[in-house]
């Protein structure tokens, strides 16, 4: 019996991703384990295995197709001595188009749970809002490219009523362009407008970089690959539903970076090369424990109070940021943290982190100080209840017994889930957080 072997789910949140390599070939025979094919999604490339055995009869999507959706035929699989039963290039398109489909009206089940950053909270509000009915000619769908039908909507251009230019008649930009010259293609039907139903409010359609005022020709369009496309939605999701707020520390550390030096001096031998942001993850998980409350997630059933102080570290790859997790960082020692993220950050950068290694976690530390930026703030990265924004280190005059002095300072700021952290709860961490990072020592107990 013929089977299909469809685009995987690498994740609970994604929708598609980029068909990078084949290891396998027509007429080879692959049995269960076997890595078949390597898929991009936006965090990493991950090899996919076999799950039945069989013969590849055909490849459907080739090497380097880009935007495969969940759950499209890539490939068909016949039974060893069985001929292949073809699948026609209908039925995988009209396989992606349910796909598409499907995705488009299921709610974005575990979309917080990717340690990747932000995500929409799971409830029942995460449902996508259904697309408006397509135009049809004679009981077919009007073909039309997403810009077109935007410029048409926009300009009030019944599709229904043109020839377009494009592939397989496909009306494209083009074709409005000179239909909103014709007065006669450009009117649509009175009365269907008049007999038909209001529309729902949907969001206003996004206005071309034209219609803001920007010259044509004037700028290049690099397009959109797996990595920004999430990172645009996840974070658009956080900052727009989640109610947050900022709290701002500053920090003397002269304290720490003379720990810092005596450990890397003491331990050279051995390969120790601790780091600032090593002692800041250190701290943080030791102040979530100190303060658990602050170490939790929401939920639409109740807060998550997590047993351990699993920490997400902002690490910038090519085209976005990836944030893998220290698990249990509470329980582990600056050398096995260092060691980790050093190994972590040089697998992100290569896009050959695993999803165990990037999904989760229970709070974000994002460190721009090396960057020299002396202070900011984060969108948190759900299902985290606070995110950490670290500064650069710098000499500053302060005020120590009523005497003027210069100090190495650090500003600090944590984003906070109002519905998770509020003020009292978030300056308590901030409190125990800096008692940890100024005493260096404390840290060892």
Avoid at 24 to 39: N, R, T
Avoid at 142 to 163: F, H, K, N
Avoid at 385 to 392: N, P, R, T, V
Wanted: proline share 7%.
């Amino acid at each position: 019996m013929t089977t299909s072997i469809t685009m995987p789910a690498l994740s609970p949140t994604m929708e598609e991703g980029n068909l990078a390599k084949w290891h396998v070939k027509v007429g080879d025979k692959i049995e269960p384990g076997q890595v078949i094919a390597e898929i991009e999604t936006d965090k990493a490339t991950m090899e996919v295995e076999a799950v039945d055995e069989g013969v590849i009869a055909e490849i459907l999507v080739p090497e380097g197709s880009q935007g495969v959706k969940v759950n499209t035929p890539i490939a068909t699989l016949a039974g060893e001595g069985e001929a292949a039963k073809p699948v026609k290039k209908e039925e995988t398109l009209q396989a992606q188009k349910k796909a598409t489909q499907t995705q488009s009206s299921s709610p974005l089940v575990g979309e917080g749970s990717e340690g990747g950053a932000g995500g929409a909270s799971s409830g029942e509000n995460t449902a996508a809002t259904p697309p408006p009915t397509a135009p049809t000619r004679g009981g077919e769908r009007v073909l039309a490219s997403p810009l077109a039908r935007r410029l048409a909507e926009q300009g009030g251009i019944d599709l229904s009523g043109l020839r377009g230019s494009g592939p397989n008649g496909r009306i494209v930009k083009s074709d409005i362009e000179a239909a909103a010259k014709s007065p006669r293609a450009a009117q649509a039907p009175q009365q269907s407008r008049e007999v038909a139903k209001p529309a729902p409010q949907q969001a206003p359609a996004h206005l071309s970089l034209e219609q803001q005022g920007i010259r044509p020709g004037s700028y290049d369009l690099v397009p959109l690959d797996l990595m920004r496309k999430t990172i645009a939605k996840r974070m658009t999701a956080s900052f727009r539903d989640v109610p947050h707020f900022p709290l701002t520390i500053d920090l003397e550390i002269d304290a720490l970076l003379k720990a810092r030096g005596e450990i890397n001096k003491r331990f050279a031998d051995n390969g120790v090369k601790i780091s600032v942001n090593d002692m800041c993850i250190k701290a943080a998980a030791l102040a979530l424990k100190l303060v658990p409350e602050a170490n939790a997630s929401y939920t639409p059933d109740g807060l998550a109070m997590h047993h351990h102080a699993d920490i997400g570290v902002a690490v910038a790859i090519p085209h976005g940021l990836i944030t893998p997790i220290v698990w249990a960082a509470e329980t582990k020692g600056l050398a096995q943290i260092s060691h980790e993220m050093t190994d972590l950050a040089d697998r992100a950068r290569n896009k050959k982190l695993k999803p165990e290694e990037f999904q989760g976690g229970t709070f974000t530390i994002s460190n721009m100080g090396m960057l020299g930026i002396k202070s900011f703030a984060s969108i948190i990265n759900e299902p985290h209840g606070m995110i950490m924004s670290i500064g650069a280190g710098e000499k500053r005059p302060i005020v120590k017994n009523d005497a003027l002095a210069i100090a190495t300072m650090m500003t600090v700021t944590v984003t906070c889930d109002h519905r998770v952290v509020d003020g009292a709860l978030g300056a308590a961490f901030l409190k125990a957080f800096k008692s940890f990072l100024e005493d260096p020592m404390a840290m060892l107990l």
